[in-house]
């Protein structure tokens, strides 16, 4: 059974600094990695993907994967208050025909 | 952008109905598919497809079936609504091979009283 793992929160940061959300994930296969964002009362909405360790950068996002520590993180830089959301980490084993498995998410909150 | 269109944002049906969740999507992408997303929970796999008239099994394919007769088109099934399908229900759609992540559609809050 594969499993993603996330701390559901909430995580709470101040305007401005760096949020820093976490995941694990079980299935070594495992070779895409997403994150989605999901505003209360909408659906999940792609912001991020990586395939390769090593960080990757869009905007003031960033994401990170360390494939031997099982471990994909989603840095945001100069956090708003429009960034409170919940945030999905998913996962695929590859190939985009398989499903992803979603973690549960976690619930960030942005202070003004 | 892919645009990914379920035909209901809000259902109510009675338990024992049968329930159909319309999916359709405007990119010729190949891959389809449905999840639930329950509070505490998160996403579950229901069902997906890669191509018209395949179907696979996902995590909790218990309760429904799906129908792909065209490749726009991908249709949830309860064939026969219990309360504990009361649930969030999201179409998602993607073009094959190397991941590109998924386009979600807005989703159907599916209530079975």
């Known amino acids: 059974q594969k499993e993603v793992e996330q701390n559901s929160g909430p995580l709470s940061v101040p305007e401005g600094a760096i949020a820093s959300l976490n995941c694990t994930y079980s299935?070594?296969?495992?070779?895409?990695f997403f994150w989605y964002r999901q505003y209360s009362g909408k659906s999940p909405e792609l912001i991020m993907f990586?395939?390769?360790?090593g960080d990757k950068e869009d905007g003031r996002f960033t994401a990170q994967l360390n494939k031997a520590s099982q471990y994909v993180s989603l840095l945001i830089r100069d956090s708003q208050p429009s960034d409170s959301a919940t945030y999905l980490c998913?996962?695929?084993?590859?190939?985009?025909?398989?499903?992803?498995?979603f973690g549960k998410g976690t619930h960030l909150i942005i202070q003004p | 952008d892919v645009k990914v269109t379920q035909s209901s944002r809000y259902l109510v049906k009675r338990t024992g109905e049968k329930v159909f969740l319309e999916c359709v999507q405007d990119?010729?992408?190949?891959?389809m598919f449905w999840y639930r997303q329950d509070p505490g929970l998160g996403l579950r796999l229901i069902y997906f497809?890669?191509?018209?008239?395949?179907?696979e099994k996902g995590d909790i394919p218990e309760g429904y079936s799906v129908s792909r007769e065209k490749k726009e088109r991908f249709s949830l099934i309860l064939e026969s609504a219990s309360t504990n399908q009361t649930s969030m229900y999201l179409c998602?759609?993607?073009?094959?091979?190397?991941?590109?992540?998924?386009?979600f559609g807005s989703g159907t809050r599916l209530t079975v009283v």
């Open positions: 990586i395939y390769s360790n």
């Open positions: 497809s890669y191509d018209v008239k395949m179907k």
């Open positions: 990119m010729d992408h190949e891959n």
């Open positions: 998913a996962v695929s084993v590859g190939g985009g025909a398989d499903g992803l498995t």
């Open positions: 299935d070594r296969g495992s070779q895409s």
């Open positions: 998602a759609s993607s073009p094959p091979g190397t991941d590109y992540g998924y386009t």
